[in-house]
């Protein structure tokens, strides 16, 4: 991002509120009113720490080892593939907060199929609206089931690819 472009959005964002702090622009956060791919943006960092926190269970020196692992698992194609593990488990409106974010127009990257990089958002969007609205009970029961999806997937492959 060029230095112009970053002041241009200090001044946006952080403007005064003529008591010496910063006023805030929304009163409220309505998730149902949320741009899905904002909400997929908090959903994905959530997603990011519980699975570092997460991978402490079974790794806490090597830091390198740690982060890399922990990008293979939030990638989209793993992220696609928990969602399809937990789909079952999912309310209709959980369902509906998916579809709406999987549905928004956005580019996928190249490390991840066009179906598996809508779908992510789709999954973090949904991680992300959880944890706006405060439901944490519900966030950590969805992301303790992906995680355990996503750990065995992982170890079925390496077995297989093993027994070749």
């Known amino acids: 991002m060029k230095f112009s472009r970053l002041k241009e959005l200090i001044r946006l964002m952080f403007t005064p509120d003529g008591e010496g702090g910063i006023k805030e622009r929304?009163?409220?956060r309505d998730t149902k009113q949320m741009n899905p791919?904002?909400?997929a943006y908090v959903g994905d960092a959530y997603?990011?720490?519980f699975v570092r926190t997460r991978l402490l269970s079974y790794e806490q020196a090597q830091v390198q080892a740690l982060h890399q692992f922990a990008a293979q698992i939030v990638s989209a194609v793993w992220?696609?593939?928990a969602y399809l593990g937990i789909e079952s488990m999912l309310t209709e409106p959980e369902k509906a907060i998916y579809r709406r974010a999987r549905n928004a127009k956005?580019?996928?990257p190249r490390s991840a199929s066009v179906a598996e990089y809508h779908s992510s958002t789709g999954f973090e969007a949904l991680l992300g609206t959880l944890y706006?609205?405060?439901d944490t009970a519900r966030l950590d029961e969805i992301c303790e089931a992906s995680f355990q999806i996503i750990a065995q997937a992982m170890m079925a492959e390496i077995q297989a690819k093993d027994k070749k």
Do not use: E, P
Request: aromatic letters at 12%.
């Open 26 to 28: 929304y009163a409220a």
């Open 132 to 134: 706006l609205d405060g």
């Open 47 to 49: 997603f990011h720490l």
């Open 79 to 81: 992220q696609h593939r």
């Open 37 to 39: 791919l904002v909400l």
């Open 106 to 108: 956005s580019h996928a």
